[in-house]
């Protein structure tokens, strides 16, 4: 059903007819002054500490009251004009080619790319980039592909010449595709050439060509130019506004005073992950004097409402408030400074966003932004409310709504000011629309006849080999204490797995300073089982700190700080099972975001978790779903059982460029059946990502598993070493890289194998295993591969179902296998 919902402003003005949905035009001063005398509103509040007024449309300025205040220079209007021209005529190109199958020289174009239009938002793009410096940051979000050009043309207006020559120069062959040349150029030259690679580029990312930002990786829903202080777009709806929270917190710890515009929908931020980002920026330990900077988090929540979630209606359908303003402002006890703008008025916008910006800048955020408007086309191409397919019609929107938000086209809105001060004339208006349209044209069609990737490049981006190594980057506010806790040794030099992941986290918070732990009650309550005790008392809360029950939201937020250079150790869930509700930043964010940007962003994250059954805990608790992050491309995963690797691997993994999911075992930190203790060096050491260990060398049989399973695995050896067999047992190690070479090196030599893990067989570690070996040394196999996993079944709770019990002649299996079980398997296979 069609909904025809009234949701406008001021009284409807009459359907525009007259120009079609791309074009703008020129007001009367009378025309014009009807479509922005837009009615103020005031809602009253208070919140504990005095009342407070949640402002709706609350500027009612004019262009050339801004220009003779001072507060907006002329060469600024007009960069402003021209940015959502240039973004109009992007919209254009896309637009023409999906239904026309032309742009331009571009013609019998078949081709399929993103095309979530923004025609009728340019003035919350131009706007809100517009009020922040040039290097303060952005994320976005599917629809961002404006955000992404608008955000490189104005960076590249506040480049100095030397700049804006490098830029040209470091792009060879771009440049030499577009005629580029830095040589003998002026700054204006510079500037224009500069633009014209940032639209080139731009729309060749759109393309999947290789000259795109992302080199075609991306598209136009992963669009970034990290040199331009863009953290990208993402096309998880709402999905970097946790990393946004991230970037601001680094500011914090960097004192740089930088902003972040966390942009997304009005359908983003009626997101459970948005309020999730709002709950963490909002802490009051950011404030309260708990840590010793008091800055609070210097984010803008951006919120462009379009009135459509795709389909659903934010008024009158979705949510029972008229603006969403109304359902943030309980986050904090400023409302978070919200305030709705008329995002159709791009000075509106400007003034919203600018005074935002400075109420972040001055350590006063988190800061809450509604631009309040529409777009003019469906949520894609595919949404075709004018049938301009000929394949449809209206679908949820009534044609009457959208021709009626037409007469507040952004553009038409401020070019007519433009006209009406005398600082350009209609013709001239006209001149600049064809100028732009033939430059984008020119530049679209370079942008097609240029190269897609090379298959070549097919894993280019996929993961970094950086570290952290060697010197590190000083952080001078940040002091380290003296008093740094020290784990006594036995004789033997042994100290167990909890302390020797301790012991690597303190010594890598003393090296680099940008390390940071967070989480659920690591602080003074150490954590669950004690994994994080001691390291608050050296460190106090600046550098371990609390957070709430936020799986999704400390990935996303540890992901947003990693983007910037931070290391962040997010300990995204202290069981994995809970880590179900943080795989989407972790997965979808942390782990693509390399891949997607083309391999501009680097994300040096770990995310600590923890598994494992035989506590009863059922469930919810006991679960051991490391296959599960493993087959993530992206991610590295380590998954350490003995003291000696837990320290060594925690280390490699915090210096890594790379996100580490970095998964702990409950009965290893309690040693519960096992004794992780081993000799640990004091001084710091890695121990290689992706390589397995030969504990026990044999030749007649490679028992293979990792964690907590060793040692039930190194029990069964030893009942095999009784009757005479030499078993070799391999500990992983690592799940991602997967050390294949060593399992098949074994393999060679024995034969026959075994895997065991304490997750469930179906899809388990041990199926991949298998699989490789049949694949690539089968012919070295003698007997089938033995699997000895835990049962097909929730993880129970009563200790008859969950461990297996009785002597071997009487055996009841429970849901984990042990030792018995892992040397019954070997022993089939070695007696056939």
């Given at each position: ?34 479509r ?15 009342p ?56 019998n ?32 979000t ?23 020559a ?44 290789r000259?795109?930002?992302?080199k ?19 096309a ?14 680094t ?19 009626l ?10 920026a ?36 979705v ?24 995002g ?9 966003m ?31 409310p004018?049938?301009l ?16 938000w ?85 004789e ?16 890598e ?8 732990v ?6 003074e ?28 939201n ?38 693509k ?21 035989g ?47 970095f ?33 026990k ?35 992983l ?57 835990a ?5 129970p ?36």
């Open positions: 059903m069609v909904k025809k919902f009234n949701v406008f402003p001021k009284e409807p003005l009459g359907p525009e007819t007259s120009v079609g949905l791309l074009e703008a035009k020129i007001y009367s001063k009378e025309e014009l002054e009807k922005l005398n837009i009615p103020s509103e005031t809602y009253h509040y208070d919140l504990g500490n005095g407070k007024e949640l402002h709706i449309f609350k500027y009612d300025g004019r262009l050339g009251e801004e220009i003779r205040s001072g507060r907006l220079a002329k060469e600024k209007a007009f960069d402003m004009l021209e940015a959502m021209m240039l973004g109009r005529e992007l919209e254009r190109m896309s637009f023409e080619i999906k239904y026309n199958k032309k742009y331009g020289d571009v013609k174009v078949d081709i399929s790319f993103p095309t979530h239009l923004a025609i009728g938002m340019e003035a919350m793009t131009v706007g809100s980039i517009f009020a922040i410096e040039p290097d303060d940051y952005i994320t976005s599917h629809r961002g592909h404006i955000d992404a050009l608008v955000k490189g043309y104005r960076f590249i207006k506040s480049m100095s010449d030397d700049g804006l490098k830029l040209i120069e470091e792009n060879k062959d771009i440049a030499s595709r577009l005629g580029l040349s830095a040589n003998g150029k002026v700054r204006e030259q510079l500037i224009e050439q500069a633009i014209d690679v940032d639209i080139y580029r731009t729309i060749a990312e759109l393309f999947g060509k000259d795109g930002f992302c075609g990786k991306g598209g136009g829903m992963h669009l970034a130019w990290v040199g331009a202080y863009n953290l990208g777009n993402n998880i709806v709402a999905g970097l506004v946790g990393e946004g929270v991230g970037s601001s917190l500011s914090r710890y960097l004192k740089d005073k930088k902003v972040t515009l966390a942009i997304a929908g009005d359908g983003g931020y997101n459970e992950y948005v309020y999730g980002a709002m709950n963490l909002t802490m009051a330990q950011l404030k309260n004097g708990l840590q010793s900077i008091t800055d609070g988090a210097s984010v803008v929540f951006t919120c462009y409402n379009n009135q459509y979630a795709m389909g659903s209606q934010q008024r009158h359908e949510t029972d408030v008229r603006y969403i303003a109304q359902k943030v402002i309980g986050w904090d006890r400023n409302g978070m400074h919200a305030e709705v703008a008329f159709m008025d791009v000075l509106a916008v400007l003034d919203a600018k005074r935002g910006a400075e109420i972040a800048r001055s350590g006063e955020g988190p800061v809450f932004r509604e631009l309040w408007g529409t777009r003019f086309l469906g949520h894609s191409l595919s949404d075709d004018f049938n397919s000929g394949k449809g019609g209206e679908t949820c929107r009534a044609k009457e709504e959208i021709l009626e037409k007469n507040y086209d952004p553009i038409s809105l401020f070019a007519s000011q433009m006209v009406l001060e005398g600082l350009m004339t209609v013709d001239e208006f006209k001149e600049k629309q064809k100028s732009i349209g033939g430059r984008v044209q020119r530049l679209a069609k370079l942008a097609w006849d240029s190269q897609y990737p090379d298959v070549s490049e097919m894993y280019d981006g996929l993961y970094t080999n950086t570290t952290s190594d060697g010197k590190v980057p000083d952080v001078p506010h940040i002091i380290i204490p003296q008093n740094i806790v020290r784990f006594e040794r036995d033997h030099g042994r100290i167990d797995y909890n302390k020797a992941i301790r012991e690597a986290i303190i010594q918070m003393v090296r680099d300073k940008r390390v940071v967070f989480g659920e009650d690591l602080a309550y150490g954590g669950a089982f004690g994994e994080t005790e001691g390291i608050h008392k050296t460190f106090g809360f600046d550098r371990i700190f609390n957070t709430s029950l936020n799986e999704a400390i990935a996303g937020v540890a992901t947003g700080m990693a983007l910037r250079g931070m290391r962040p150790i997010a300990k995204a869930s202290m069981y994995i099972d809970f880590l179900t509700q943080a795989l989407d930043q972790i997965a979808n964010h942390a782990a975001l390399p891949y997607m940007s083309g391999g501009q962003l680097k994300v040096p994250v770990v995310f600590w978790t923890d598994m494992g059954g506590m009863g805990y059922a469930g919810q608790h006991s679960q051991n779903l490391e296959a599960m992050v493993a087959m993530f491309p992206g991610l590295k995963v380590v998954i350490p059982a003995t003291a000696r690797d837990a320290k060594g691997l925690m280390t490699a993994a915090i210096r890594d460029g790379n996100p580490i999911v998964i702990g075992h409950q009965n290893l930190y309690r040693n519960i059946n096992c004794d992780t203790k081993s000799a640990v060096p004091e001084e710091p050491y890695k121990v290689e990502i992706g390589k397995a260990n030969i504990v060398e044999g030749k007649d049989v490679t028992l293979i598993s990792y964690s907590w399973m060793l040692y039930p695995t190194l029990k069964a050896a030893e009942m095999l070493e009784n009757e005479g067999y030499k078993p070799e047992v391999i500990d190690r690592s799940l991602s890289p997967l050390d294949m070479e060593t399992i098949g090196n074994s393999v060679i030599k024995t034969g026959k194998v075994v895997i065991a893990h304490q997750a469930i067989e179906f899809l388990g570690m041990g199926a991949e295993i298998a699989a490789q070996l049949s694949d690539k040394y089968f012919s070295y196999l003698d007997a089938p591969i033995k699997r000895v996993c049962l097909f079944c929730v993880p709770c009563a200790a008859t179902l969950e461990k297996s019990y009785g002597k071997p002649d009487n055996r009841k299996r429970g849901f984990i296998p042990g030792d018995y079980e892992i040397y019954k398997a070997a022993k089939e296979i070695l007696t056939k």
